[in-house]
């Protein structure tokens, strides 16, 4: 059994962010020849969900980068690695001093994993850019919007994302990444050249442990991921067949099996269809 992960954006997604129609057709193929896929993404399910839809992933979503697993056939939500209260403060801390907006991303823990509800906290946006984020975005999808002062101890925190200008994100990189328990990601922002987003969790959470637990879950054998970043190493790392698009980094394309054509013109799914026949 063939089993293919894809990351999304710089990956599977073109340059609108969108799966096109010629990878959506690509998709149709591979599942009526019955070959297994699903994705790996750092995004969250609230950005992915739109993206998805109406693309008949059914098998289990690995979300912020291994954190979140969701299950759309039997309905139910796997959370692992989810941030403590001190690293919470912590992440919080760092982007208050340099005067960004934290936007805190917690699913609530039901006692029923079909029933969840997702919550962004965040302080009053300084920044235009932060402003269109939440009018944009976080106001459009299903997530209810509550005030920072208002997060919950305890509380099921998958992710911390920012946006801001690069050189403010570079700076606070520095500050989160010498923390032991944390990772952050960082890379440039569709909203403009100027700008970086940045998203950080636990150091445990990652995009191999969660494909590995889904291969064995799975029965796999034969493992194909295709990926452009640096959170695609770990999978990379277990895969048996791994692709980087030609926009992908330059140390991803070092440990991939081969670089394949650019997102923004299907790269993937030209390989694809060359790779089985479709």
Same mark, same amino acid.
């Given at each position: ?31 009526? #020849? ?13 950005? !992915? #969900?739109? &993206? ?44 208050? !001093? ?15 994993? #079909?029933?969840?509800?997702? @919550? ?39 992710? &911390? ?5 690069? !050189?403010?994100?570079? @700076? @606070? ?10 990772? !952050? ?24 442990t969660a494909v590995h637990n889904l291969k064995t879950k799975l029965g796999a054998q034969n493992v194909i991921c295709f990926g452009d970043s640096d959170n695609d190493k770990s999978m990379f790392a277990l895969a048996d067949e791994s692709y980087a698009p030609a926009n992908a980094q330059s140390d991803i394309k070092q440990s991939a099996t081969a670089v394949i054509g650019h997102n923004h013109e299907d790269g993937i799914a030209h390989f694809l269809r060359e790779?089985?026949?479709?």
């Amino acid at each position: 059994m063939d089993l293919i992960f894809f990351d999304l954006d710089g990956t599977l997604l073109n340059s609108q962010s969108q799966i096109s129609t010629f990878t959506k057709e690509t998709l149709l193929l591979l599942g009526q #020849k019955e070959i297994a896929f699903t994705v790996a993404t750092g995004r969250t399910m609230l950005s !992915a #969900k739109s &993206i998805l839809e109406g693309h008949k992933f059914v098998l289990p979503h690995i979300y912020n980068n291994g954190v979140t697993v969701w299950d759309p056939k039997n309905l139910e939500l796997t959370l692992d690695n989810v941030l403590s209260d001190d690293e919470t403060h912590h992440i919080i801390e760092v982007a208050l !001093a340099h005067g960004i907006a934290p936007f805190v991303n917690v699913i609530s823990e039901e006692l029923d994993q #079909k029933q969840h509800q997702h @919550m962004v906290f965040y302080p009053e946006p300084q920044h235009e850019v932060e402003k269109e984020l939440v009018n944009k975005y976080f106001k459009r999808t299903d997530a209810t919007l509550l005030p920072l002062s208002s997060l919950p101890q305890n509380s099921q925190v998958t992710n &911390i994302s920012m946006i801001a200008d690069a !050189a403010i994100i570079d @700076m @606070m990189w520095l500050k989160i990444k010498g923390h032991d328990n944390l990772v !952050a990601y960082s890379g440039p922002a569709l909203e403009g050249k100027q700008y970086k987003w940045m998203d950080v969790h636990h150091c445990l959470a990652n995009k191999g442990t969660a494909v590995h637990n889904l291969k064995t879950k799975l029965g796999a054998q034969n493992v194909i991921c295709f990926g452009d970043s640096d959170n695609d190493k770990s999978m990379f790392a277990l895969a048996d067949e791994s692709y980087a698009p030609a926009n992908a980094q330059s140390d991803i394309k070092q440990s991939a099996t081969a670089v394949i054509g650019h997102n923004h013109e299907d790269g993937i799914a030209h390989f694809l269809r060359e790779r089985f026949s479709l």
